[in-house]
């Protein structure tokens, strides 16, 4: 991890605000706005910017030789209208995740069969 990442999430639980946490996109996700009618988007080598003409704008990170964007959660939830986030979402990464967790998360109480208790 990089320790500007440690730093950002060590921010962020302490201050016990999610804004800074970054979220991960496939690159694709700037296709939908390339050569689209009042959108443009720029870029250095490790930062951009989406902005539509008289309205939003988005900053981002660009990492993985271009293969991903990355943008805060607080950014991403002020900025980015309601109408865009699900083609926000079609394009999120993580790294592997427990699937099997991630539905106990968005059904707190329920009960899954996963396995035997045990030790760490």
């Known amino acids: 991890m990089s320790k500007n990442l440690e730093i950002l999430y060590r921010r962020a639980l302490s201050q016990g605000s999610p804004d800074l946490l970054q979220l991960w996109f496939r690159s694709e996700v700037l296709d939908a706005y390339r050569g689209r009618d009042g959108y443009s988007i720029i870029r250095s080598n490790s930062a951009g910017r989406i902005k539509k003409d ?3 704008s988005l900053d981002f990170g660009i990492a993985d030789n271009d293969r991903l964007i990355h943008a805060s959660w607080g950014d991403l939830v002020s900025r980015l209208p309601e109408s865009e986030r699900a083609h926000w979402a079609e394009q999120a990464i993580a ?7 991630l539905q106990m998360q968005m059904a707190p109480g329920s009960c899954f069969d996963d396995g035997d208790i045990r030790p760490w």
């Open 95 to 101: 790294p592997e995740l427990s699937d099997n967790f």
């Open 54 to 56: 008289g309205g939003w």
